[in-house]
């Protein structure tokens, strides 16, 4: 087997959420680096125009889509524009989500709040599972990544709804493997902490100092760190691996508590 041949995603369309920023941007420009054409769904249009103008440059086409993964409509039309596009999708990065993870004190929370992780996190990446297997198996090529999280195994206080969302996405990428196979394979990938716009929110030096602790490579991801990962799950290489997570920690684990 040759090497470019594993990792070519010629004549492949990927579709990524959140992929305007982070870990989702840097996830699009691998694809497009190993040939994919792209389409980036993201809230904030302008930036995925500018993501696609990127990928341009790389080579293959790209289309920037506004996409709120918490309305069906916005997900159904995500998927439509896609089709009418590039005629078909074959890869499928569910990156986009969120929640409260770290202020989910249960006390001062609300149902609704549990709620909203759910749909962030698991609904959405199973509905838009749905809407591209169908075109997946039609090309005879298909592979679903989603991003979980360390979370999903870890236990930390005021954590329960995104924890729990994110666990739920590794039990559920077990199970959709069984029902979307042979020919769609679906994976998830769980960073560890990463140095997104979202954790540097947070992060102190005494917090990064602690995490790393417990890290034997002694720094924290980078988004390029998380796309490799998702770049090997959506490629030819990975052809026999479908229902696992993926932790990519620098091999250990990182709190904030």
């Not at 010629?10 to 040939?35: N, P, S």
């Not at 990446?125 to 591209?132: E, G, I, T």
């Not at 077990?174 to 979202?198: C, H, K, Q, S, W």
């Not at 998702?230 to 030819?236: F, G, H, K, T, V």
Request: glycine residues 10%; charged residues 20%; contains cysteine.
């Amino acid at each position: 087997m040759i090497i470019n041949t594993l990792f070519n995603l010629k004549d492949k369309v990927a579709i990524v959420t959140g992929g305007a920023d982070g870990i989702g941007k840097a996830t699009a420009l691998l694809l497009a680096e190993a040939g994919a054409d792209v389409v980036i769904a993201d809230l904030n249009l302008d930036k995925a125009q500018r993501v696609v103008e990127e990928i341009e440059r790389i080579g293959p086409k790209a289309l920037a889509v506004e996409c709120n993964i918490l309305n069906d409509q916005s997900l159904v039309d995500l998927v439509d524009l896609t089709i009418k596009k590039f005629g078909t999708v074959n890869i499928l990065i569910n990156n986009a989500g969120g929640g409260g993870g770290g202020r989910e004190n249960p006390f001062q929370i609300t149902l609704e709040d549990i709620k909203r992780d759910y749909e962030l996190n698991v609904f959405s990446a199973w509905r838009l599972s749905q809407l591209c297997v169908p075109y997946m198996k039609k090309s005879g090529y298909g592979s679903i990544v989603i991003t979980s999280s360390m979370s999903s195994k870890n236990t930390s206080p005021n954590m329960s709804g995104y924890a729990g969302s994110k666990a739920s996405v590794n039990h559920m990428v077990a199970n959709l493997a069984f029902d979307f196979g042979p020919e769609v394979r679906i994976n998830a990938v769980g960073p560890g902490a990463t140095r997104t716009a979202a954790l540097a929110s947070v992060l102190t030096p005494e917090i990064e100092a602690k995490m790393l602790e417990h890290t034997p490579i002694k720094r924290l991801g980078t988004a390029e760190d998380i796309a490799g990962a998702m770049l090997y799950l959506a490629s030819p290489i990975s052809a026999w691996v479908s229902g696992q997570t993926i932790f990519v920690n620098g091999g250990g684990v990182q709190t904030l508590d």
